[in-house]
C-alpha cells in the first residue's frame, strides 16, 4: 500500500513538472503563467518568471516582490481587481532568442488596459525579460 501511495504521489509531481515545463516552452504560455500569477497576486511567482542578466541575491528579489505589491496591488484593487486577461500576438525575433507578447487586461470596474512584455529565452525556456 505505501508503495501505491508513493507511486501515485511521484506520478502527480512528475505531471506538475511537465505542465509548468510546457507552459514556458512558448513566449504565450510563458506570458499566461506570468498574466496568471499576476491576476492572483502572487507576485513572487511573478519574480520567479523573470530573467535578470545578473543574479539577484535573497533580499534584492525580496525588495523587488516588496515594490511590485506596493506598486501594483493598490492600482488593480482600484479597478476591481483583474477579471480576465487576453494574449493578443506574440511575435519571435529571427535569432528566436526573444519575443514580445501583446496582451489586454480586463478589470473588474469593465475598463482595460494593453501593452506587452519581452521575453528571452534562456535554457530552452521562455522567461520575461527583467533587464539587468
Known amino acids: 500500500m505505501k508503495n501505491v501511495i508513493r507511486l501515485m504521489a511521484l506520478a502527480i509531481v ?11 516552452s512558448t513566449p504565450e504560455g510563458a506570458a499566461e503563467g506570468f498574466l496568471k ?20 541575491s535573497k533580499d534584492d528579489r525580496a525588495q523587488l516582490v516588496q515594490f511590485i505589491q506596493e506598486k501594483t496591488a493598490p492600482e488593480i484593487e482600484k479597478k476591481g481587481g483583474i477579471k480576465s486577461y487576453e494574449i493578443t500576438e506574440a511575435t519571435v525575433d529571427e535569432s528566436g532568442e526573444k519575443a514580445v507578447v501583446k496582451y489586454t487586461l480586463h ?24 533587464g539587468k
Open 37 to 56: 500569477d499576476y491576476q492572483k497576486g502572487n507576485y513572487e511567482a511573478m519574480v520567479d518568471q523573470m530573467y535578470f542578466s545578473k543574479d539577484l
Open 14 to 24: 512528475a505531471m506538475a513538472f511537465a505542465a509548468c515545463g510546457s507552459k514556458s
Open 107 to 130: 478589470f473588474g470596474d469593465g475598463s482595460e488596459s494593453k501593452d506587452d512584455m519581452k521575453l528571452v529565452r534562456v535554457d530552452g525556456k521562455w522567461r520575461l525579460d527583467g
